[in-house]
């Protein structure tokens, strides 16, 4: 460092923070130090960086509790509850403390602010880290000055702009129904969904079941029962079934059960149900779990990393981290 700092003729306190993009100094002056510091061949060594990035967090994070924002854009506090799971938040809390930050929630329809005086806000309170949640829309968008902020999403709903972002992976979720349902017997597997639901996956389910359809002999393909424009009905849902005759349903909704019972269907005796997100672990569906704990806990790990190297603003290069999702035996799906 000291080499790199003579040849560019500053301090090595200014080498430092040059290396560790710290926004304090010129993006200009921070380029050329870096690129100094490329051509001398500086690398850092591991352990003494891990040492000093320890040293600094426990300096500036506990005397001041730094926070991470954890945003959502419902139309009030209690709308979240569906899209979102509190396991999902507390997973995030809890990953937050043990790395010594604190996680503040911010309810924006709550607050009632629009998205600038927002960001202002959270600016002020010296607020640097973002976990955006999951938001109502399947294509939404968020304006803030984003360089201000090293900003991660959870989830694909949010289209603009393009951000760091964890989610669960979908497709290798499906294919791994797939592949239980096989196991047990069933040949004609039929998806119903609302089109929301899967467009704000990025049309992921869709996608793996048709892909797996296509494997499939002919008599046994189904067609998607995905509706749109209040469509989600016990009406639709029962012509659907009746042309199609699947043997086992994947769905997001359990009022799929309720139509079933009006139609004198009994599930699984008759037909089989797979929760595409089941809320927990106990057995009241078979289907797949997300482990949103872990989804939250991802996040904060995912935006602290981005907070240590001052990394701020729309990457230039997003990237998405996928966590795959586990198989869960439940009552409604039985061997046939």
């Known amino acids: 460092m000291q080499d790199v700092a003579d040849k560019a003729g500053v301090s090595r306190a200014a080498v430092s923070l ?27 060594n591991p352990l003494v960086s891990a040492l000093m990035t320890y040293q600094r967090t426990v300096k ?28 999902l938040i507390s997973g995030a809390a809890e990953s937050a403390e043990r790395q010594g930050y604190h996680l503040d ?16 806000m959270i600016y002020q309170r010296g607020i640097r880290g973002m976990i955006i949640a999951p938001l109502p829309s399947a294509h939404g968008h968020l304006s803030f000055n984003w360089p201000h902020f090293s900003a991660v999403a959870i989830g694909y709903t949010m289209v603009r702009p393009i951000l760091h972002r964890v989610s669960t992976d979908r497709y290798q979720a499906m294919l791994l129904a797939v592949r239980h349902l096989r196991r047990l017997g069933y040949r004609r597997l ?45 009406e639709t849902f029962s012509k659907w079934y009746t042309k199609n005759r699947p043997e086992v349903i994947l769905g997001y909704d359990p009022i799929i059960l309720q139509w079933l019972k009006l139609s004198g269907k009994r599930v699984p005796e ?33 935006l602290i990393g981005l907070l240590q190297r001052n990394e701020c603003g729309i ?22």
């Not at 994070?61 to 730094?66: E, F, I």
């Not at 037909?271 to 904060?300: M, R």
């Open 18 to 44: 040059a290396l560790r993009n710290h926004p304090s100094l010129p993006i200009e002056t921070r380029s050329r130090i870096q690129f100094l510091a490329d051509q001398l061949g500086y690398r850092p």
């Open 60 to 87: 500036t994070v506990q005397p001041t509790g730094m926070t991470i924002a954890f945003v959502s854009k419902f139309s009030h506090r209690e709308a979240w509850r569906s899209y979102l799971s509190p396991d």
């Open 105 to 120: 929630e911010f309810w924006m329809g709550d607050l009632g602010m629009t998205n600038e005086r927002f960001w202002k």
């Open 190 to 234: 039929g998806l119903a969904l609302d089109i929301n639901q899967n467009s704000r996956v990025d049309h992921q389910w869709a996608a793996a079941f048709q892909w797996e359809q296509q494997r499939v002999a002919p008599s046994q393909r189904t067609e998607i029962f995905l509706t749109k424009n209040g469509d989600w009905t016990a």
């Open 270 to 302: 008759d037909l089989g149900f797979v929760h595409l997100w089941i809320p927990d672990q106990y057995g009241q569906y078979a289907g797949l779990y997300h482990a949103p704990p872990a989804i939250g806990a991802a996040a904060v790990d995912f």
């Open 315 to 336: 990457p230039n290069r997003p990237q998405t981290v996928l966590l795959n999702a586990t198989w869960v035996d439940g009552a409604s799906l039985i061997q046939r």
